[in-house]
């Protein structure tokens, strides 16, 4: 009768880790019987499962297979018993303190971005009332804005409000030299901004052409601006 070390090294690991479920989540059971409080953290428990399963998983594969084959050859003895001992190690190491001091330092990082300030993608724009009304008028007055599709509160909107939280939009009746001769005449007119003109244009999708379709900034960015286009009197 000759000593199987495989079967022998591979039925040590089965009940080291049986041993270890039955101790642990037989306490769980036994204090679900008994009606008491089940301090289940779920955190933890969870991704405790998942690994003794893949774990388990590989050592009864690696198990059937030993007593499938039964090679001669010792490579492959020595690489099936490596292969068992790769699924022991993720079943065994959910018992670790390292395991668990992972797990809870990888909750904590989706809290803190719940808790970080949600960024808010606006123009950041200084501006007054009347100074938007004098704006919306002269546009409409030289014919760049389609005010059939853009009221003086879109235009409101789109310039003091979040990008998200709104659904005006701003029709404009520009092309390209007079998109970019209105951006450099904004912001000179109001310095207090972050209007890019790839953040007014084409990032923020709340500027639209005539015929409803965006405009692309590298178009724009391209053209040579138009002379006195918004202070023309």
């Known amino acids: 009768m000759s000593f199987d070390l495989f079967k022998y090294l591979t039925t040590l690991g089965f009940i080291y880790i049986y041993g270890r479920l039955v101790l642990h989540y037989g306490e769980v059971f036994w204090t679900y019987m008994w009606d008491e409080e089940i301090l289940w953290k779920s955190n933890l428990e969870k991704p405790r499962i998942l690994f003794l399963l893949t774990g388990l998983g590989v050592m009864h594969l690696i198990s059937f297979a030993r007593t ?41 990082f989706p809290a803190l ?18 100074q938007i009304q004098k704006l919306y008028h002269g546009l409409i007055r030289y014919d760049l804005l389609n005010y059939d599709k853009t009221s003086k509160q879109d235009l409101k909107n789109v310039l003091l409000k979040n990008w998200d939280a709104h659904n005006s939009k701003i029709h404009f009746n520009m092309d390209g030299p007079s998109c970019r001769e209105f951006h450099d005449y ?8 972050s209007l890019t003109m790839k953040n007014f244009f084409e990032t923020s999708k709340l500027v639209l052409r005539a015929d409803g379709k965006s405009y692309k900034y590298n178009t724009i960015i391209r053209c040579t601006p138009k002379n006195d286009l918004i202070e023309r009197e």
Not at 115 to 130: A, T
């Open 186 to 193: 904004f912001i000179r007119t109001f310095p207090k901004n």
């Open 68 to 108: 499938t084959i039964t090679p001669d050859n010792y490579t492959v003895q020595i690489l099936l018993l490596l292969a068992f001992s790769s699924g022991f190690y993720l079943a065994v190491i959910t018992w670790t303190y390292q395991f668990r001091d992972s797990i809870q330092v990888q909750k904590a």
């Open 113 to 130: 971005n719940k808790n970080k300030p949600k960024r808010e993608n606006n123009f950041h724009l200084e501006i007054s009332e009347d």
